[in-house]
């Protein structure tokens, strides 16, 4: 059972790891909102207004690989219950996504819908191509 629960932090990590090294690729690309903080609303939303499509699309690309990678390395390490323990590393992914989306303001209609969907098939995929029986 330890190894299990080992498999599925680990999976959060790398999935959390690789959206981060996404991210920054997009804050080099697209700019940070470097001096605004989530409690200046009005800030942060006029700097993601600026933002062009690509940017969003970054931020889409982060959440659905760490999600595949959380699902994949949780079930390719786990002992048994690949698949689940897949999903739910997978799973928290998604839950950090949604936070993410729903905290930050100023973000177009079509990422609240895309992001959260994209998110949870890639886990779901990633949690699939690492389990045995796939």
């Known amino acids: ?12 990590i790398g999935g959390g790891l690789m959206v981060g090294i996404i991210q920054q690729m997009s804050h080099r690309r ?3 909102a ?6 200046d609303i009005e ?8 933002l062009p499509t690509e ?30 323990l897949g999903l739910i590393a997978a799973f928290a992914l998604l839950l950090a996504t949604l936070v993410t989306v729903f905290s930050i303001p100023g973000q177009p209609d079509w990422v609240l819908y895309l992001d959260p969907i994209a998110t949870l098939i890639c886990g779901w995929i990633g949690a699939k191509i690492g389990s045995p029986s796939a």
């Open 43 to 50: 800030g942060l939303t006029a700097f993601i207004e600026t």
């Open 30 to 32: 697209y700019g940070s």
């Open 55 to 84: 940017a969003f699309l970054f931020v889409i690309l982060a959440h659905c690989t760490g999600a595949f990678i959380a699902g994949f390395i949780a079930s390719k390490l786990s002992i048994n219950n690949h698949y689940v």
């Open 1 to 12: 059972m330890l190894k299990n629960i080992i498999a599925v932090i680990l999976g959060i």
């Open 34 to 39: 470097e001096g605004i903080s989530l409690e």
